[in-house]
């Protein structure tokens, strides 16, 4: 099978793409709004709190625009704030992944909410905590008739965890969302059985985008034989009657997983979004990336990858990345582009 992306890349945007020097930048998704312009949902908490585990108690989805998909995006509103610990989501929003269907967009996303006080430093979050709250994650939906908003967002999860005797029994995360053309709507999600276990990808689909979803397979989608092979944050689309499919390779303790490079991304083609077959050829970029100005770098991380759609068909590439040595370990995040060629 062929690699549909890999032989499209163009070097990365130089000043591209979604970047703040006093924000923290991830999870860009876009879309061509009612307006012409390109817009980016994406999750952001302040810089100065760090990356670690802050993200999970002070992001939240804000939308930033630019006149062309390869930005810069310029921030312009808060889309998904705080709004009360009594709703599943009213503390901290995170992984926007925007789609247009029927007039409508639709904003799927992650929330939690917690107790007790809002840390400011890291250090204030214990081992405990951190996995407490980080439990609490549920997949959400808001929904709007412009790209300006106003956004509905619905006051319970999409998709619940199940109980414990299904291995998807703590958390629904890192929503990857295809909408065919008759509304048919196919979620994939992260979950997994306890505190620290292997995360899996999980499959749902619903008659329309806003549900009811219903889980289309009783295990996990992938499935390896090394259990340190490990796949994470899938962006899912729909074109030409196959299910398509970008996902990190996310192995562990140097095992080589599928592609031989950590964090560098796959791709896979599937006709019922369950079973998945790799290209030949499967990764689908490098965290070694050449830039429109020459130059070439090696990220510390490539995550969240997310394709702009134009007429059903990928144009762009957008993915979180930021400066460090180490995966991780970043001094500041944002979103890079890197665009397509065409009619390949």
Known sequence: MKNLIREKLLPAVKGGGFFRDDLMIWCGSVIKGEDGRFHMFASCWERELGFGANWLFHSRVVRAASDT???????????LPRRGREYFDGMNTHNPYIRFWNGKYYLYYIGTTYGGPIPIHASQISDQRFIEVWNQKRIGLAVSDSVFGPWQRRDTPLLEPRDCSHWD?????NPAVAILPDGTTYLLYKSRSYANATLQIGAAMAPRPEGPFRRISDQPIFSFSNPD????????WYEDGKFRLLIKDDFKNGSGGICGEWGAGLYGESDD???????????????????????????????RPFLLLQDGKPTHLYLATGDGNEPYSFAHTWNMVIPLRKNL
């Open 273 to 303: 979004c369950i079973h998945w077959q790799f290209a030949d050829t499967p990764k689908a970029y490098s965290r070694t990336v050449q830039w429109d100005d020459g130059s070439v770098t090696t990220q510390c991380n490539l995550e």
């Open 69 to 79: 998909p390869e930005g810069p995006f310029r921030l312009e509103e808060t889309v």
């Open 169 to 173: 029994c703590t958390i629904t995360s």
């Open 229 to 236: 092979f490990h796949l994470e944050d899938p962006y899912l």
